[in-house]
Structure formats: structure tokens, C-alpha cells
């Protein structure tokens, strides 16, 4: 099966994926994640309620893997500035202190399971490198903000 | 006769050292290709090309240092240097298997022009040597102050493709798509 056939039958479900959940992700960077975090790591297969009812669980899970494919070349050809940006918009969606994720992305490296399954190589390789270095900055004006509240 | 010792030792040397480079080039690779053959296969998201651009492009570079601290500079010239030196490897690569395509095919045919491919051979050659000077340059200097010569680099690797593609069209047309849509044409922005 050609790959533009194959996008003509997940297409709707894609388009749904977007529009009802994606959109009301406070940007790329928490699409990624929540994108990467439905897929089961075992296999690979991504899992979606709404929209398996609605299409089929393997349309899903396919529309999912493209979606995510589609984010995650977004944010590797963003500047390091708006990667830097985006990851500052996760950070401070999730209800855990900035210092904490920081902390815990930079040691744990949680960031290398946001990786769509079919990545090219130096693709991964580039991405990887600009979170890393994203997050030492982050972490940066994250110290310096602490700092000058400490000592006002 | 004496005096010539030196010189004959140079030579001698620069030859070990091509010889060493073709080796590594075309049999290891080769072979470290056969023993992981998944690589090839995985579906490309971003083209090679692009995946340069974001690598030796200036944007990133320029923000890091009027933005950030001279620990995040040094951070920023490590980390892109590995891409970079990853990145300059993968196109070497994808060069030596242009030439060896060529090489197969060229081995059965009837219909080759000595001087063509003499002059081919020496391109590729000189090419490895460019490359692998590219990757030393990189290592000392840092991929931001390379980043015109590897630019100029990659336009020849681009010019070579071409010839070989040509070559491998007059000799085989059946095997001319042997390197995909990814290989790089040499865009890098200086």
C-alpha cells in the first residue's frame, strides 16, 4: 500500500485527532509528550478511546503514529529560541514545581521517549541534542530567577 | 639521493594514510552495514539535506550567544560538533555507496571510458580526503567556523553524485536509483 493511500484512510481520523484533542495542548512540546506517552513501548501501537470508537483501533493508533511523526518535525525545524519556548509552555502546564522537571528531564533524560518509532537516525540525534541543550538554559534562567528572589 | 628521502617518505605516507581512508570508507562501513541492515531501512522523516541546515545553520548559534553564558556556548560548540562530525560521516557514507553501486555495475559492463573513470576515482578520492579533513576542522575549530567550507564541501558531493548517477544511467539505467531522495545536494547556508 503506497504511503499517500495510506494517508488518504487515516486522514480523518488525523484531521479529528487535531481538531478535538491536540489543539487544546498548550503547544508542540505537550503534543509530543502526550502523543508519545499514549503509545504502549512494548509495541508500539498507540491507543485513543475516542478515537478507536470512532474509526477503528488500528486507524488510530495509525492517525496517532502520523500525528506524531508530524509534531515532532515541527519542533526538530523550529529554532532553538521557539524549542526553548515551547518547552517552557510544557513545563509550566503540568502541575509539578519547573525546578522538579527540569531536574528530573535533565538526569532521568525522560525526553528520549518522545521519539516517534519511525525516526530517522540523525534526525533523533539532532532533536535529543537541542532538548538538551534547551533544557540547560531553561534550567539557567530558571536558578537566576530563584537567585533574584532570594535576594530581594 | 639522499635528498630525496624525505620527499619519498612523504609520499609514501600520504599514500598509507588514502589507503587507510578508502579502506575505512568502502569495506568497513560496507561491512558494519551488512551486520546492521535495520538502519537502512527506517522510514526518513526529515531529508538529510534539512537535517544539515539545522545542524550548520546560523540561527541557533546566533541566539545562543547574545542570549545565553559562556557554559552554554562551550555546551552549544560540543553538541553541535558531534552532530556535526555524525552528520559529515553519514554523508561520506552515502558517497562511498554511490561508488560502490558504480563499482558493481561498472564491473560488468562493456562499455566504459577509461579516462572517465579515472578522473571519477580521483574525485572520490579527493572527496574522502576533503571529508575527513571537514571532520578534523570541525573537531578543532567548532562546526559554526566550518560551516562555509563544509557548505563548499558538499556542493562538490552534490557535483560528484551527479556524474556518478550520469555514469551509472550510461552503464546501468536499471540501478540509477540507488541513492534515495535524502542525499544531500549540498545547501548548506553559510
Known amino acids: ?152 | 639521493m639522499s635528498q630525496l628521502l624525505p620527499y619519498l617518505f612523504l609520499g609514501l605516507l600520504l599514500f598509507a594514510v588514502l589507503a587507510w581512508w578508502v579502506w575505512d570508507t568502502i569495506v568497513h562501513r560496507a561491512a558494519a552495514e551488512v551486520l546492521a541492515p535495520h538502519r537502512s531501512r527506517v522510514k526518513s522523516v526529515a531529508s538529510h539535506r534539512d537535517l544539515g541546515e539545522r545542524i550548520f545553520g546560523p540561527e541557533d548559534w546566533d541566539f545562543v550567544s547574545r542570549e545565553t553564558s559562556w557554559e552554554i556556548h562551550r555546551m552549544f560548540q560540543r553538541e553541535r560538533t558531534v552532530l556535526a562530525i555524525s552528520w559529515l560521516r553519514r554523508t561520506r557514507l552515502q558517497v562511498s555507496q554511490v561508488m560502490r553501486a558504480h563499482l558493481a555495475v561498472a564491473q560488468k559492463s562493456e562499455d566504459l571510458k577509461l579516462t572517465t573513470e579515472i578522473r571519477l576515482a580521483m574525485s572520490y578520492l579527493l572527496f574522502l580526503v576533503l571529508c575527513n579533513s571537514l571532520i578534523g576542522w570541525i573537531r578543532l575549530l567548532g562546526p559554526v567556523r566550518a560551516r562555509k567550507i563544509v557548505g563548499q564541501t558538499l556542493q562538490w558531493a552534490a557535483q560528484l553524485r551527479g556524474a556518478f548517477e550520469q555514469l551509472m544511467a550510461r552503464v546501468d539505467p536499471e540501478s540509477c536509483g540507488v541513492v534515495g531522495p535524502n542525499f544531500n545536494r549540498g545547501t548548506v547556508r553559510s
Open chain 1, 1 to 152: 500500500m503506497s504511503l499517500e493511500r495510506r494517508n488518504i484512510d487515516i486522514e480523518p481520523a488525523m484531521t479529528d485527532l487535531r481538531s478535538r484533542t491536540l489543539s487544546r495542548l498548550p503547544g508542540d512540546f505537550s503534543r509530543l509528550v502526550y502523543l508519545a506517552s499514549s503509545r504502549d513501548l512494548s509495541t508500539g501501537r498507540y491507543s485513543h478511546d475516542g478515537l478507536a470508537f470512532h474509526f477503528s483501533e488500528t486507524v488510530a493508533s495509525k492517525a496517532m503514529a502520523a500525528c506524531h511523526t508530524e509534531v515532532f518535525d515541527r519542533l526538530l525545524f523550529c529554532s532553538l529560541e521557539e524549542l526553548i519556548e515551547e518547552l517552557g509552555k510544557y513545563i509550566s502546564s503540568t502541575e509539578v514545581r519547573p525546578g522538579d522537571v527540569l531536574r528530573s528531564w535533565k538526569h532521568l533524560g525522560s525526553y528520549r521517549v518522545t521519539i516517534p518509532l519511525e525516526c530517522d537516525e540523525m534526525a533523533a540525534e539532532v532533536f535529543l541534542s537541542n532538548v538538551k541543550i534547551a533544557l540547560a538554559i531553561l534550567q539557567r534562567r530558571h536558578e537566576s530567577v530563584l537567585q533574584d528572589e532570594q535576594s530581594a
